[in-house]
């Protein structure tokens, strides 16, 4: 259904018939969402068209701004606010993934090659910076310095664990803790900023819009979860990236982190030989993961980040925001993109 109850449209506003359908309530709002992406960015610098197609800044997920909009309306009305922000911190998003293909070699996102492979790492640094310090020049323009900070916090809080994670590269003694917490990070964080700031805008009290943002911390690790068990047992064709990166850069993701504690000294000694090797096969991590259960492991622990979340949700007065926050929690966990 529609925000104003009519029949369901069918969109191609996001890939996927699912998402597609959680996203019809907001569908003009992404629009208006895109158009400030497109209107914003400077056409005069060198390339920048062609930059920005290799980003595909437009054909994510989407998840933030949609979080964001989806949040405001659990809480009220969207207006011009809700547009912008949600567009700011879509650049911020943008900009952190070029930076990590460069860190992670990445030569494929949101299926299209990425800048670091089509062009080079100067290139990527640099359209980065660009993207990040425009999504302030952005929000700036927004009334609320509440928001605006959130933004700030939060921004420097990914870097912060995205540091973590480089710092942790090839280091296999990584706990479950130490990895939530690097993901709550680098990549929670800013779902919890979009929660947090469209109940904000929407006027919700300061306690009402924390427990969004906690909702946000709780979707996006689950989100994260899943996103390093595809990167292990995903499609590259359906998820539209490179894969496998987590292995050949010597990342400790959940369920390697849960197999090595699953398995006796002897046979986790061969584990970590194979794991801080320069080339680690993935066909024999594979097993090992099988043997010990450990990406159904992965998926359980991210059911219950959802779980909590949803839990959340529940409470919410029913309505499109609230029903369409449940259905985001469904589609975290159901994703093959
Ligand atoms: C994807 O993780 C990357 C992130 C969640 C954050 C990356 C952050 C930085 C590189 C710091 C710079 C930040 C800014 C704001 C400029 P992943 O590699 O696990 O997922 P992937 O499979 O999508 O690449
Ligand atoms: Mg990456």
Known sequence: MSRTGEPAV???????????????????????????????????????????NHTNITGGKRMRPALLLFSGLACGELGVAHHQVAAALEMIHTASLVHDDVLDHAEQRRHVATVNSEWDNKTSVLLGDYLFTHAFHLASQVDSLTAIRRLAVASNRVCGGEMKQN????????????YLQMVSDKTAELCSCACFCGAHLSAAEESLAEGFSQFGQNLGVAFQIVDDILDLVGDAETVGKTLGTDLKNRKPTLPVIHSLSQVDAKLREAMLAELESDNPGQEQVMEWLESTGSVAYARGRARQCAQSALDFAAELPAGVGADSLKLMAQFVLERTF
């Open 10 to 52: 069918k969109t191609d506003c996001s890939k996927g018939r699912f998402l597609a359908s959680i996203y019809n309530p907001i569908q003009a709002d992404l629009v208006e969402v895109d158009r400030i992406l497109i209107e914003q960015l400077d056409r005069n610098i060198p390339w920048m068209e062609r930059l920005l």
């Open 167 to 178: 710092a942790w590269s090839g280091n296999f003694k990584m706990t479950e803790s130490d």
